[in-house]
């Protein structure tokens, strides 16, 4: 009888240290498209900005006609590092420059045109923005974009193939002589009424064909291996299909980009994506601080307020997209005083609702937990860390994850997030709380992505069900948060 026993403790002591032995089980298999690693990181950016500073500024114009002189172009107290030191202060972790805008004026010395600032008056016209922007940006931590328009209403060989060399040998001045640049941007507007060396015409152009984009955007890949692209199309990352500053409801990351011309895409296809899509493409919510991208005197007082930042943010940011905001510099060079203090303004009211999450380190219990290991624990999704997370088995694809708040907590902000590096895979959700005892749904949705922030009306509950009812392949969250929001905030 004390040999059975013996050899039963044997037994047990085995099992258990074989179970203690068993090797960490690899990550869930990734969904068939998938973000790169420098999509991953541009997503986790979030909040980026945009700096349209040129040639317009100085005429009052949006859109510059390509007859301008460069003599007018005087930025008499440029501060390319007060630019650099705001943006860093509003939590942007990135800014992008109009090095060209379709007026073709350059805001560095190009070796191919005489419409530049080596013809102003600024620094005698021996000076360079796009060096003092890139320096200033890597100063203040800061990754580099800029913007070289594909349109050029004053170039004469516009509409022509002499055009494409043009633009690509500004592309190589760019990308070769000013350190990495982690963003390049090509927008649709292309082709028109303008200058074009004193022709004074209208010249319309194929988009299709005429630009030559997938050799474009080799050439530039080949300058810039880690660059991201952004356009229609992307190849990386794609416009969200308006200039307020937000994305859909549903939004995936995926589209089909092979159907799709540089200003010609369907804005509604871009603004939600595609889940059947075969390329990955990050959205950008591209919007300005002001009514107009460039300064202009007349909107002075018509900056945008931090209440409605915040609504684009829960809108851009909050529906797995990346929110663009653009600061135009004044005449002098600088960014005005009242743009500055509503971004000081909206920067607080994020850190105040965002401070505490009053999910953190709660007990979680799941449904089902892939093979019932620690890797895939439904706790790594209050742990505040986005390379943990919570998966199911192959088999499974609806789960229900409960989180014990262990006593009534108020809130009305909750956050969600999958780890989009094995791709995007729920596509309906719901939230329900536990008030007064009672179950009660609080919020519901269908993607996720990088990130979904959902407002509701403050209220106290003990415990909180994610309930995952659709997705399109196992699920996984990396992380899940409850928040009160800043009383600034408003709804």
């Keep these: 009888m004390n040999r059975n026993r013996i050899f039963l403790v044997f037994i047990i002591i085995l099992l258990f240290f074989l179970i203690s032995c068993r090797k960490t089980p690899r990550d869930i298999m990734p969904a068939q498209v998938i973000p790169s690693e420098k999509q991953v990181e541009y997503q986790q950016m979030e909040f980026i900005g945009f700096v349209h500073f040129s040639i317009n500024t100085f005429t009052d114009?949006?859109?510059?006609?390509?007859?301008?002189?460069?003599?007018?172009?005087y930025p008499e107290a440029l501060d390319v590092n007060q630019w650099a030191r705001v943006a860093k202060s509003a939590g942007m972790k990135q800014l992008i420059l109009t090095a060209k805008h379709h007026d073709g004026f350059c805001l560095w010395p190009s070796e191919f045109t005489e419409h530049s600032i080596k013809n102003s008056r600024w620094k005698s016209g021996k000076g360079d923005i796009i060096r003092e922007f890139t320096d200033a940006c890597r100063k203040y931590s800061l990754k580099v974009g800029l913007y070289l328009s594909p349109w050029d209403r004053n170039h004469a060989d516009y509409g022509n193939s002499k055009y494409i060399v043009y633009y690509r040998n500004q592309l190589q001045e760019l990308l070769a002589n000013y350190g990495e640049v982690s963003e390049i941007w090509f927008d649709g507007a292309n082709g028109g009424s303008g200058y074009y060396g004193g022709a004074n015409e209208i010249r319309l152009i194929d988009r299709a064909t005429y630009y030559g984009w997938k050799d474009t955007w080799s050439f530039v890949k080949e300058l810039q291996p880690n660059?991201?692209?952004?356009?229609?199309?992307?190849?990386?990352?794609?416009?969200?299909?308006?200039?307020?500053?937000?994305?859909?409801?549903?939004?995936?990351?995926?589209?089909?980009?092979?159907?799709?011309?540089?200003?010609?895409?369907?804005?509604?296809?871009?603004?939600?994506?595609?889940?059947?899509?075969?390329?990955?493409?990050v959205g950008l919510c591209n919007v300005s601080i002001r009514p107009g991208w460039f300064y202009h005197e007349s909107e002075d007082s018509l900056v945008k307020t931090p209440k409605q930042l915040i609504n684009m943010y829960y809108k851009s940011v909050g529906r797995n997209g990346v929110l663009l905001l653009n600061i135009p510099p004044n005449k002098k060079g600088v960014f005005p005083e009242q743009d500055i203090k509503v971004l000081s303004e909206f920067r607080k009211i994020l850190e105040e609702t965002f401070a505490v999450n009053l999910a953190l380190g709660k007990k979680v219990v799941a449904s089902n937990s892939r093979l019932r290991h620690r890797k895939f624990s439904p706790a790594n999704i209050v742990d505040d860390d986005n390379t943990t997370y919570w998966a199911t088995d192959d088999h499974i694809r609806e789960a229900e994850l409960e989180i014990d708040l262990?006593?009534?907590?108020?809130?009305?902000?909750?956050?969600?997030?999958?780890?989009?590096?094995?791709?995007?895979?729920?596509?309906?959700?719901?939230?329900?709380?536990?008030?007064?005892?009672?179950?009660?749904?609080?919020?519901?949705?269908?993607?996720?992505?990088?990130?979904?922030?959902?407002?509701?009306?403050?209220?106290?509950a003990d415990?909180?069900?994610?309930?995952?009812?659709?997705?399109?392949n196992i699920p996984a969250i990396s992380n899940f948060g409850i928040y009160r929001a800043s009383e600034k905030e408003g709804f």
């Design 463 to 472: 415990k909180i069900r994610v309930i995952i009812k659709k997705t399109r």
């Design 227 to 281: 660059i991201l692209i952004f356009s229609d199309a992307g190849p990386d990352i794609r416009w969200i299909g308006n200039e307020q500053g937000y994305a859909g409801e549903t939004n995936w990351s995926t589209i089909n980009t092979e159907n799709i011309v540089v200003g010609g895409a369907d804005p509604e296809y871009l603004n939600t994506g595609d889940p059947d899509g075969k390329q990955w493409t």
């Design 406 to 460: 262990e006593d009534n907590i108020t809130f009305d902000r909750i956050m969600l997030q999958e780890p989009i590096r094995f791709g995007q895979r729920i596509s309906e959700f719901e939230i329900k709380g536990r008030v007064n005892g009672e179950w009660a749904t609080i919020a519901q949705g269908t993607t996720i992505g990088h990130k979904r922030l959902l407002r509701i009306s403050q209220l106290q």
């Design 61 to 73: 114009k949006e859109w510059g006609f390509g007859d301008e002189s460069p003599g007018i172009f």
